[in-house]
C-alpha cells in the first residue's frame, strides 16, 4: 500500500498502527493523520530512536499491510 493510500484510508489502517506501535495514543494517531512524516516523529519521540530506525519501521509496516 502507498502513502496516499494510507493516508486516505487512515481511519482504518490507523488501528494497525497502534497494534504495531502500542505506545502511541489515540490522540497522537489522530494528529498522524495518514502523514508518514508525522508518524515517523511520533515513533521517533515515543520510542526514543533515530529517525533512520523509525523510518524503518514505517516503510516495513507499510508495505506489509
Do not use: C, F
Request: charged fraction near 45%.
Amino acid at each position: 500500500m502507498n502513502w496516499d493510500q494510507i493516508e486516505g484510508k487512515w481511519k482504518e489502517v490507523k488501528g494497525k498502527a497502534r497494534t504495531s506501535w502500542g505506545e502511541l495514543t489515540d490522540d497522537e494517531l489522530d494528529q498522524v493523520g495518514g502523514k508518514k512524516d508525522e508518524l515517523i516523529g511520533k515513533i521517533q519521540k515515543r520510542y526514543g530512536l533515530e529517525r533512520e530506525e523509525a523510518e524503518r519501521q514505517v516503510d516495513d509496516w507499510a508495505r506489509n499491510l
